[in-house]
């Protein structure tokens, strides 16, 4: 069984920092891609950014030289470095990948909340 865990999500004022991990556990041969999705109330869910298992990024508009995703793949590990926040970024996160155990599957973990006061 493999999970995804999201932490480092809380209560910011607009214009400061968080940085959002996902933890990948379990039994599995390897992840390939990875992302952060988030869906704030009334909305439907969006993809935020994505990371390739070889480091290459992708950002929606409205996060790029804001936010930057990283990952670890020694710790299966993916990151969100989310700057100068806005209130518009308050949403639950959640992080998604594609793993490897005998063909691919797609995960998705429980979501971090995200809140930015103005």
């Known amino acids: 069984q493999v999970q995804l865990v999201e932490s480092g999500g809380g209560l910011v004022q607009a214009g400061g920092s968080l940085r959002l991990s996902c933890a990948a556990s379990g039994t599995f041969d390897g992840i390939q891609g990875m992302n952060w999705y988030r869906q704030a109330p009334g909305n439907a869910r969006e993809l935020v950014a994505s990371?390739?298992?070889?480091?290459?990024?992708t950002y929606i508009s409205a996060v790029k030289g804001r936010f930057t995703i990283s990952r670890d793949n020694a710790k299966n590990t993916m990151y969100l470095q989310m700057n100068s926040l806005k209130p518009e970024d308050t949403a639950l996160y959640y992080c998604?990948?594609?793993?490897?155990?005998?063909?691919?599957?797609?995960?998705w973990g429980q979501g971090t909340q995200v809140t930015v006061s103005s």
């Open positions: 998604n990948a594609d793993v490897r155990l005998r063909g691919l599957r797609n995960y």
């Open positions: 990371i390739t298992s070889a480091g290459s990024t």
